[in-house]
């Protein structure tokens, strides 16, 4: 089928009542927990997976990929306003947003973030629509070796291409891999780390670790936090940019839409650190760079449009590979595995509604956001005042009843309470927990590779490296390796000795 | 900070969230080896159960044992936006989730959701009594109203 034929089904799937109610309540809820500081994407979209068993996967995806990518609008909001980003992503924002609104200037830089936001996301959605079904078509010849190579290449990404550090992110991957083991081996039938309690025989449940992990560690951190100050809210003739903004922020959108589609398809990356390096690369080839974090309006909408173009052409190498672009898109595919579709590049040919209807629901979403932040901006702003004290607990009775109502089983929310409190010491030990979910979702598929990889070369590693698409993949990932601990300890030398 | 200096004390360098977590890494790691060492092991070539568990038990040590020694001798430059421990919410949130694991079977969907809510809304030390049982009593009816009339999940409201 052509490019049209496709979009034309694609539409079709979307425009159907319920897709496109899931689809609104995803972006609203997305845009929701984004402008809220202290609830992530994450968060949000572990603490809906249990609703997702009730609804085809279609919509479901839906619903789901409409919070990841709402979050994105959303998080700029409150960073503009008040300085709190609510979202990792949205940090970068705050550096320029928060001059431009104490200027005077919020109105134009919530309005230029959306605008960004909205020029991320459509480059990022032609990206998918048009290279997720060539990279498919490529990676049917992936054979067991080639599958372990890009997953080890997608998990160094997630280790190393975050903002800690280099080791911590590696740690985390390999206690996620180990989580991973827990249960019954697939091959032999045999237990591994089960203790002789019936409920690990199937592992543990991603949800309920999802939860712990994200969900309440994050409400304990945020626990103390009062409400957010009043900000007023700004009036439609302040929010139109001058022609001299506009200047200056399109070709910075552009340049940001570009760096964030990159990243966002690698797999393993995801969209914060696009953010981050975009703003980076803005400052340095501007021709004043001593105007940025005084309100450089280049400063809010490059990173915008990054993060935004990474949360779409993420979907690209966890739709075509089976590899998610970052841990919430692993979440998805969790999401997509529990409803028995199995990700990979005969996703696309098998699952063509399911496909062209979620790149369709993204041109309607996208659509969406862009109504749902202009014009209610003065909504999300009084929802921010809402205390957190009386939010949290909230929050934790929504995760308490969904997790339990995944399988009826009160071993799992007692899962949360550990993964909750393991989550907030990893927390004050600077550990961060999206590599650890990324190891653990890839981790059975990496073992299964390879085994079966190891069998058909009699033992012999040398396979990883004799075949060339492997051994290519490899090879980056050692690359990004020796780059990330060089880096690092450059940067330990470069502080002051005692 | 002087904890950023090389001539901290051995003290201070020890309390370095890289050598706790590294320390901690390492000993996961030995205790992920000697568990899965008692699985059968198998070939290179058909591994058996125990192979992957005790590859990564190593790999994690030897992290571990890295990040350990990096932050001991290293500077490891204290972050500004590093977080302070907040032992009551921890007690308050995780006391929370146990109330609400003991009483569902027990008890039934609203004492659990009380308590949990009762317990849980303490983490804050912002909140007066009186507003946690009003709070409490809110939410166990909107989860009545939500999870049992509107989606119908087998939780009876009380159980006797």
Redesign the interface.
Known sequence: MDLVGNLALGFQTALSPAALLFCFLGVTLGTLIGVLPGIGAMAAIAMLLPVTY?VPPTEALIMLAGIYYGAQYGGSTASILLRLPGTPQAAVVTLDGYPMAQQGRAGVALFVTTIASFAGSVLGVLLLAGFAPLLARAAMAFQAPEYFALMVLGLMAAALLTQG?P??G??MV??G??LG?VGT?L??G?F??VFGRPELVDGIGLVAMAMGLFG?SE???N????GAPAARRPRWREMIPSRADWRASAPAMLRGSGIGAGFGALPGTGSSIASFVSYAVEKRIARDPSRFGKGAIEGISAPEAANNAAAQTAFIPTLTLGVPGDAVLALMLGALIIHGIIPGPGLIEQQPTLFWGLVASFVLGNLMLLILNLPLIGLWISILRI????L???I??FI??GV??IR?S?FD??L??VF??LG?GM?????EPAPLLLGFILGPLL?QY??RA??VS??D?MIFLERPISAAFLGLAAALLCWSLVSGLRR?RA?P?? | MSDGSGGASLARRLARPGVIGGALALAIGLWVMTEASGYPLGTARRMGPGYFPVLLGGLMAVLGTALALASLGGREAPRGDDERADPRALVAVLAGLAAFALLLPRAGLVPAVAGLVVIAAQGSGQMRPLGAVVLAVVLAALAWAIFRMGLGLPLPAFRL
């Open positions: 009730h550090s080791l911590r590696l740690i390999v206690a891999l180990t083991t081996d091959q032999t045999s591994r780390f309440v409400v304990i951190a626990a103390a936090r009062g205390p957190y004290r009386l949290y607990p909230a934790l009775v308490c009843i339990f109502s009826n009160v929310i007692w949360v309470l909750g409190g907030y927390r004050l030990l600077r550990f073992e390879l085994r190891m069998t009699r033992g590693p330990t502080t000795e005692a």
